[in-house]
């Protein structure tokens, strides 16, 4: 089964609109991270918003908010007010415990959705 | 403050050839990962160093892939020989502790095999 789940291959959104990209996930494990970045065409990889599994709140960094309903295991990002400069590949990430002594903190990544924003 | 650097930007070698990738990751981050993503595909992890120390090298697809750090500042991934599935976006990541709740990303090495 997949770790990260990103239903919306594509989306559109019209300028000055908010917009919500959806991301599930899949894990047993209390203690996890839940990563979201962009992607633009250059190509470089843009750390976006953060959530932890303990945390209370939903996250927030300017236009960008994490909806994060643990029961439901989901993690959308809602993107307020959009730009052109938002349209870019976005990627929702994993961060687990490692499950041995030689594991690592890695992200697992979902496949990715293109939004592209219309003026 | 310099971010993480990736050389080159693009690399085009054919089937067979040799190709080493460099990352220079922030300075005074200990962690550094390395991640590929093949065309159309997720990104998927490739290994995790922790200064020069390899800490998790599950990921990678196969000894043609050696990574190293020597001296625990910049890394090299060398694939040798190279195929033609080989080709895709490699990344370089790099934090200042494995918990940390952000890794901040080069911009890529995209290796085409032809």
């Known amino acids: 089964a997949q770790k990260i789940t990103q239903t919306q291959p594509g989306m559109f959104v019209q300028e000055k609109e908010a917009v919500t990209l959806d991301c599930t996930y899949d894990t047993s494990d209390p203690s996890y991270g839940l990563f979201w970045y962009k992607q633009p065409s250059s190509g470089e990889m843009i750390f976006l918003i953060y959530q932890g599994s303990y945390d209370q709140q939903n996250a927030t960094e300017g236009r960008y908010s994490l909806n994060f309903q643990k029961a439901r295991k989901s993690a959308n990002l809602v993107i307020s007010a959009s730009q052109l400069g938002d349209s870019a590949m976005y990627f929702c990430?994993?961060?687990?415990?490692?499950?041995?002594?030689?594991?690592?903190?890695?992200?697992?990544f979902g496949k990715g959705t293109k939004l592209s924003v219309i003026p | 403050e310099a971010g993480v650097t990736q050389f080159p930007s693009h690399s085009v070698i054919e089937k067979g050839q040799t190709v080493t990738l460099r990352c220079d990751p922030i300075?005074?981050?200990?962690?550094l990962y390395w991640y590929r993503r093949v065309m159309g595909k997720e990104i998927k992890f490739l290994l995790h160093f922790v200064k020069e120390s390899k800490q998790d090298e599950s990921g990678m697809p196969n000894n043609r892939f050696l990574a190293e750090r020597t001296g625990g500042t910049y890394s090299t991934l060398k694939v040798q020989p190279a195929e033609l599935e080989d080709s895709g976006v490699y990344f370089c990541?790099?934090?200042?502790?494995?918990?940390?709740?952000?890794?901040?990303f080069g911009q890529g090495t995209r290796l085409t095999v032809v």
């Open positions: 300075s005074g981050h200990d962690n």
């Open positions: 990541a790099s934090s200042q502790w494995a918990t940390n709740t952000e890794a901040f």
């Open positions: 990430a994993m961060r687990e415990l490692p499950h041995s002594g030689a594991g690592s903190y890695q992200l697992t």
